[in-house]
């Protein structure tokens, strides 16, 4: 019998600001594969491999994909070729986009634990040429492209054994995202349905859709969850419901809504990078343009307004001690937080009182290093003080209102059903 091999491959910066997306791309590419190739088996479902949220030479929200195919040994060649052709065709050609295309030929469904670890720099560095040239060398990797290459190693390498998420990416016209008109109430009701097993498609806040991305993009709807039976019926529903004429879909596993960025984030700012620290608010002003800005030793920590209420509850940690995580940059010299979520570990700053005399009532005053004293009626008792948090606020835990979440933040919406998607992975009409 003919040795059976997996073929990883992974594509990157396929789109630009023009349009297009590496999404798309690789749904194309998988459905000429299905047709060209019956003999292939496709190993897993394609991950969607969002990567470091900062780095600036993204398009809009960091994603690479990823595949693993399953064929006989002397097939490869073939289907590699296949795969370069297919890419080139249907690549973006506008714009910034620079695609980058990885292989890698193993005898497992497992990469190696280099090219693990090449991911998780990916998610919360920035990674170089050099760095990936050396990956490649060591495991035998084979790239083809410009810029894209970066992130399709750094995919090919991706880990969501702890945590991951699903989106069903539904595809069609841009054009048909102009006109069309999806109810607020139907999508609520959808998620209400399904709910906890998909998550960020409605903004209660703002009474707002979040499924639609906007953008000159082919995406038209993007229905995320923890569960491919809940997403596929959402899907099902909603495309009857408004009548409407797609091109397919295809159901992607993704690390969306994991925080892997910020579990792996470093303590020490650098630009570019995600950065979680322990921080004692020590100043805060409104700007201007009603952002908040804070100070903290020789850091600043920015929050932007539409946030939503995240800007109220920083102006109201003065002195206290938070946990806050986001992007940093350096800018003139000192480097910026621009924040993503905090959490108030304590309340430091703290007015102290004498407390009133129990006989008379009038305040007492100190007299000696361990007694009180009340000059009206005289009487003495140990010294004991009234302690007041200067800032009395009840939140313990903030992140953006969710339709300012981005990609790998962790909607409220998830807490508790972490990595429920890795054991409810099974799936029927994955690509139509
Ligand atoms: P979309 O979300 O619409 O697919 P995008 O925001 O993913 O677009 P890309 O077109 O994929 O943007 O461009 C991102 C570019 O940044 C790619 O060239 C990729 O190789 C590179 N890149 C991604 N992560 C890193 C990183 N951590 N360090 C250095 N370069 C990176």
């Given at each position: 019998m003919l040795k059976q091999v997996y073929l990883h491959v992974a594509i990157d910066d396929a789109d630009s600001h023009m349009g297009g997306c590496t999404t798309y791309v690789t749904y194309r590419l998988l459905k000429d594969i299905i047709r060209e190739f019956s003999e292939i088996e496709i190993a897993d479902?394609?991950?969607?491999?969002?990567?470091?949220?900062?780095?600036?030479?993204?398009?809009?929200?960091?994603?690479?994909t990823k595949l693993i195919l399953r064929t006989c040994e002397n097939a490869v060649d073939k289907l590699r070729e296949f795969i370069i052709s297919k890419v080139e065709q249907y690549a973006e050609r506008r714009g910034k986009a620079s695609p980058g295309i990885a292989f890698l030929i193993s005898n497992s469904l497992q990469v190696p634990d280099g090219l693990r670890r090449l991911y998780y720099k990916a998610v919360t560095d920035v990674v170089t040429f050099d760095i990936v040239k050396k990956i490649c060398d060591r495991y035998n990797i084979e790239t083809i492209g410009g810029r894209g290459i970066i992130g399709a190693v750094a995919a090919l390498g991706a880990d969501f054994s702890n945590d991951s998420t699903y989106e069903l990416l539904i595809y069609g016209d841009p054009q048909i995202k102009k006109s069309l008109e999806v109810n607020y109430e139907l999508v609520k009701l959808l998620h209400e349905l399904s709910r906890p097993f998909t998550f960020l498609d409605v903004d209660p806040e703002d009474c707002t859709v979040l499924l639609m991305p906007a953008g000159p993009d082919p995406v038209i709807f993007g229905i995320r969850g923890e569960s491919p039976l809940h997403i596929l019926t959402f899907a099902s529903v909603l495309l009857t419901a408004l009548g409407l004429d797609v091109e397919g879909w295809l159901l992607y596993r993704t690390n969306q809504g994991t925080e892997i960025h910020v579990e792996h984030a470093a303590w020490r700012p650098r630009t570019y990078r995600p950065v979680r620290k322990i921080v004692h608010i020590e100043h805060c002003y409104r700007t201007e343009e009603r952002h908040v800005e804070t100070t903290c030793g020789d850091l600043n920590l920015w929050c932007y307004r539409h946030l939503?209420?995240?800007?109220?509850?920083?102006?109201?940690?003065?002195?206290?001690?938070?946990?806050?995580?986001?992007?940093?940059?350096?800018?003139?010299?000192?480097y910026y937080i621009y924040i993503e979520g905090i959490r108030k570990v304590a309340d430091r700053q703290v007015r102290l009182e004498n407390p009133r005399c129990p006989r008379c009532g009038r305040r007492l005053v100190s007299s000696g290093r361990d007694l009180m004293k009340c000059e009206k009626c005289g009487l003495v008792l140990p010294k004991e003080k009234i302690v007041h948090p200067i800032v009395e606020s009840e939140h313990t835990f903030s992140i953006p209102k969710f339709s300012e979440h981005r990609h790998l933040m962790k909607s409220f919406e998830r807490v508790g059903v972490e990595g429920l998607a890795n054991v409810l992975n099974i799936s029927v009409l994955w690509i139509v």
């Open positions: 479902l394609p991950l969607l491999v969002r990567l470091n949220p900062y780095v600036p030479f993204k398009t809009r929200g960091n994603a690479a939503g209420t995240m800007c109220t509850e920083i102006e109201r940690d003065l002195g206290a001690v938070l946990d806050v995580w986001g992007g940093a940059k350096l800018q003139d010299g000192k």
